[in-house]
């Protein structure tokens, strides 16, 4: 099962308007981290949150993180056309009976900027 | 600076052949992971390594073994390609476990289809 869901699935927006996206997770986590694939790509790695912080910033990049409630946002201000790309969560999970954690991803939210 | 290179970015199979799926980077990175990225379904890992000559199990790792004999490298085989393979790989590093600094750096991914 998956440990973080992304919600929504796909949001569409204008350029210069705010993105924001969702994520649930299950269990206990160290740190959520959130990453960006463009069609076709590898996903590339935006910002780290650790699960003593509540928000962080990078650029126009601002996450928060809801340890209580098992939840994370990513709010992308100001958007762009070149911010049209799949957005994935991705937390440290203990992985099921080795006690090694290893980091597992959601579905993704797939953002569509029209210019 | 090439980060992770894998290869082949594209192969087509036919159901029992095998193959080899090359994973190389140049960060001297210790640990090294095997994802698989189906449509809906997110990026689930396959097999991931901790250092060379070292592997072990994800999520999914029936009908993939893995191989670690240098550090740089991270090899995926199929010995008897199913239809279920059909999917788009991505090899991933990091310095070290996502607890202790979390950033994994992507490969571009390979598209495998087995007819």
């Known amino acids: 099962s998956q440990q973080g869901e992304e919600d929504p699935q796909a949001l569409s927006i204008q350029e210069g308007e705010n993105a924001t996206m969702n994520c649930s997770y299950k269990?206990?986590?160290?740190?959520l981290q959130w990453y960006r694939q463009n069609s076709g790509r590898g996903l590339v790695h935006l910002i780290l949150?650790?699960?003593?912080?509540r928000e962080k910033h990078s650029g126009r990049l601002r996450v928060t993180l809801d340890t209580s409630k098992k939840s994370s946002s990513l709010l992308i201000t100001a958007s762009r056309a070149a911010d049209t790309a799949s957005y994935f969560c991705?937390?440290?999970?203990?992985?099921?009976?080795?006690?090694?954690?290893?980091?597992?991803f959601g579905s993704g939210t797939r953002l569509q900027v029209q210019p | 600076n090439a980060g992770v290179t894998q290869t082949p970015k594209f192969r087509v199979l036919k159901t029992g052949q095998s193959m080899t799926l090359l994973c190389a980077q140049d960060?001297?990175?210790?640990?090294m992971y095997w994802y698989r990225q189906d449509p809906g379904m997110g990026l689930r890992l396959i097999h991931y390594?901790?250092?060379?000559?070292?592997?072990a199990k994800g999520e999914v790792p029936d009908g993939y073994n893995v191989s670690r004999l240098k550090k740089q490298n991270f090899l995926l085989g199929l010995e008897s390609a199913a239809p279920s393979q059909t999917s788009v790989y991505f090899c991933?590093?990091?310095?070290?476990?996502?607890?202790?600094?979390?950033?994994?750096?992507f490969g571009e991914g390979s598209r495998l289809t087995v007819l």
């Open positions: 269990t206990s986590i160290n740190n």
């Open positions: 390594s901790v250092g060379e000559g070292t592997t």
């Open positions: 949150i650790r699960s003593n912080e």
């Open positions: 960060m001297n990175h210790e640990y």
């Open positions: 991933a590093s990091s310095h070290t476990g996502t607890s202790f600094t979390g950033e994994l750096f």
């Open positions: 991705a937390t440290d999970a203990r992985w099921n009976g080795t006690g090694r954690r290893a980091l597992t």
